[in-house]
Nanobody
């Protein structure tokens, strides 16, 4: 059984910063791609950023230059540093990891979500 647990969400003023963390536990073998997604009220869940096993990254246009994704594979963790936060960044943030016993047998796991609220 694999579980992902997120932390670091909260309320912050416009222009502020938050750092999200997500750690996997349980029967974790290989971890491939790690991702952060978010879902705002009344909107579909969207990809915020992902980081591949080789540490290359991809960002949504809306967060480029403000958010930084990083990973510590040995600690089974992924992080999202969010700077210059805007009101429109308010959402529930979810981490997602591709995990399996080997590279050929991966499946996706999701965290339970952590609320980020940005207001002026």
């Amino acid at each position: 059984q694999v579980q992902l647990v997120e932390s670091g969400g909260g309320s912050v003023r416009t222009g502020g910063s938050l750092r999200l963390s997500c750690t996997a536990s349980g029967s974790v073998g290989r971890i491939d791609t790690m991702e952060w997604h978010r879902q705002a009220p009344g909107k579909e869940r969207e990809l915020v950023a992902n980081i591949f096993s080789g540490h290359s990254t991809v960002y949504a246009d809306s967060v480029k230059g403000r958010f930084t994704i990083s990973r510590d594979t040995a600690k089974k963790s992924v992080f999202l540093q969010m700077n210059s936060l805007k009101d429109e960044d308010t959402a529930v943030y979810y981490c997602k990891m591709s995990i399996g016993p080997n590279w050929l047998n991966l499946r996706n796991y999701w965290g339970q979500g952590t609320q980020v609220t940005v207001s002026s």
